[in-house]
């Protein structure tokens, strides 16, 4: 079936003058992708699933261009013993990162899988991406899937001693960074991936995550620092039996931010928690698009998202929960929360539910107001400035959702960030 004009005459727009990497083992995946991609074209507002949110700066041929801001802040994580991976406008930088030899882990960058024709990645490669789409299109997964230059492949077959840390730098005002990673979490194996920094100008970045019976993968990401970026995010994961994924991302500034998610339970008794608090002041537009599919008996999935906005700030969250047949003893939960600090911000909510099973314990909910003003006064009546008790009722409205970090030093970590970002806005 023919595209309608406006799809077409973006997406060629678009692809003019592209062409994905040739060679090796992500080859046959980079085709069909690029065939997905024709097929579907890049989003319009008339899609069903970007009606909140404008796709064009992300879809236009060339990036819109982002000032860099220069802190004297220290990095993100820069407090822990963890192997570094940094990519500079979406380049790997041997230089500034770490040797990728690590007990319990074996990495290797996406680039290097272009010259080798045999490789377990090949069965991973775009796979889950492909798997994504039903039954909702995502196709800037499938441009990245099809474009991407540069990414680690990521085998854990252990328990390292030590999180990985991917680090995004930013240094040219028009840089476009395109990145996909791969993670294999084989049975019984445990790691921790951090991310971080501002990435580009514009950014494309495609995870796909495959954790096979027994294990376990805690994903935490930070986005931030340079005000100007526009980042469109996926994270594609397949869940085995009585595995474990805990995701949780915070994002402080950004024009436009959009976070995709998407997890598919295919063992028994497996668990999901997909987390995210975001704090937008201004020219602020963040989207969360979530959808969990359970394929399996007993599986426990949570959705728990806190957005504080402020100054015309702008919260989006698309939740979904699918319960197929045969998914038994299924446990989903869904909460989605804005706190609006003035009458100019906004959140948009679309939560949804969708089961196919009958015994199963299932719950959305979704609400946005404004500061407690009892609790407001209650601190202010006992000596606390009204800046201080405001960032106070601020951090703990963000607590249900930065709880879900496992680890309480880098929860801590987390919350000290938010801290000084409500104290640098206040």
């Known amino acids: 079936m023919a595209l309608p004009e406006r799809k077409q005459s973006v997406t060629e727009a678009r692809l003019a003058g592209l062409e994905i990497p040739r060679g090796g083992c992500t080859e046959p995946a980079r085709e069909a992708a690029l065939a997905r991609l024709w097929q579907m074209g890049l989003p319009t507002r008339r ?7 404008r796709p064009e ?35 790997f930088d041997p230089q500034a990162s770490d040797d990728l030899a690590l007990e319990g882990v074996r990495i290797e960058r996406i ?12 069965d991973l490669y775009g796979v889950l991406e492909a798997r994504g789409h039903e039954p909702v299109p995502r196709p800037l997964a499938a441009f990245n899937t099809a474009f991407a230059g540069d990414g680690v492949v990521i085998h854990v077959t252990g328990r390292p001693s030590r999180p990985i840390n991917l680090i995004y730098r930013h240094e040219s005002e028009a840089s476009d960074a395109v990145l996909h990673h791969l993670v294999r979490v084989e049975e019984g194996a445990e790691a921790t991936i951090l991310e971080n920094g501002p990435a580009a100008a514009r950014f494309n970045k495609c995870m796909e995550i495959d954790i096979a019976d027994g294990g376990r993968l805690h994903l935490v990401r930070t986005q931030g620092r340079d005000h100007e970026r526009r ?35 295919t063992g028994d008794e497996a668990v999901a928690h997909v987390a ?35 100054n015309g700030a702008t919260g989006v969250f698309q939740g979904k929960i699918l319960v197929r047949e045969g998914a038994q003893k299924t446990d989903g939960y869904q909460i989605s929360q804005a706190l609006l600090l003035d009458g100019d911000s906004q959140f948009l909510a679309k939560p949804e539910l969708e089961i196919y099973a009958d015994d199963v314990a299932c719950s959305h909910g979704s609400t946005s107001g404004a500061i407690d003003e009892e609790a407001l ?14 960032d106070l009722l601020t951090l703990a409205f963000l607590a249900e959702a930065m709880d879900e970090i496992e680890d309480p030093a880098l929860a801590e970590e987390i919350a000290g960030r938010v801290r000084g970002w409500l104290a640098r806005h206040r």
């Open 231 to 265: 980042a469109a995010t996926h994270v594609f994961a397949r869940l085995g039996r009585e595995s474990m994924l805990k995701c949780f991302t915070l994002t402080v500034n950004g024009v436009l931010t959009r976070n995709e998610v998407v997890v598919e339970f």
């Open 111 to 122: 680039a290097d899988l272009c010259e080798q024709d045999i490789h377990w990645a090949r």
């Open 47 to 53: 899609d069903e699933y970007w009606k909140y949110t």
């Open 276 to 310: 995210g608090a975001c704090v937008g002041d201004g020219d602020f537009h963040h989207d969360d698009t979530v959808f969990v599919t359970h394929d399996a008996v007993g599986c426990e999935s949570r959705q728990v998202f806190k957005k504080v906005l402020r």
């Open 57 to 91: 700066t992300l879809i236009q041929p060339q990036p819109p261009r982002a000032a860099l801001l220069r802190t004297d802040e220290p990095p993100m994580f820069d407090a822990f013993d963890r192997l570094k991976i940094v990519f500079v406008d979406g380049v």
């Open 377 to 390: 006064f209650y601190l202010r009546s006992r000596g606390v400035p009204e800046g201080e008790a405001t």
